[in-house]
């Protein structure tokens, strides 16, 4: 059997403590109304979505708010999208999104998932697309 894996002692000099850079801020199954949907019925109407949006942001601590993303806008930019009127694709409600929480400054990469549960019902639970963003 392999010696184990030795453990750095625990006064390792400062410049070998791992340093935070990053963190991923989420907000699961958001219920957003949204009008809709390329066919002529889904027009006039809202409907449900189910949103998910992780953004992965520049971090080098948490000592406040103000120091990371707060859910509460995460989820005022996914109502805001929807507020903007019809949209035909749910692929372009998530661009938006994701455009939406690029402009936080220390965001680099969002993924926003949109799933549409009334789609194929009752043949499906949900259809609907992911979408990335990131910064170069």
């Known amino acids: 059997m392999a010696d184990p894996i030795p453990f750095p002692p625990l006064d390792a000099p400062s410049g070998d403590k791992p340093k935070l850079t990053a963190a991923t801020v989420f907000v699961r199954a958001m219920r957003i109304q949204a009008e809709i949907g390329i066919h002529d019925h889904e027009y006039g109407r809202s409907q449900p979505l189910i949103v ?5 942001i520049d971090a080098a601590g948490f ?6 993303v707060n859910y509460e806008q995460i989820l005022s930019k996914a109502r805001a999208v929807a507020a903007e009127g019809h949209t035909k694709l749910v692929e372009a409600y998530a661009e938006r999104l994701a455009r939406a929480c690029m402009e936080d400054p220390r965001a680099r ?3 926003v998932r949109v799933e549409k549960p009334e789609a194929l019902a009752p043949h499906a639970d949900a259809a609907g697309v992911e979408v990335v963003l ?3």
């Open 63 to 68: 000592d406040n708010i103000h120091d990371t």
């Open 52 to 56: 998910d949006v992780e953004m992965q």
């Open 134 to 136: 990131e910064r170069a």
């Open 109 to 111: 990469r969002v993924r």
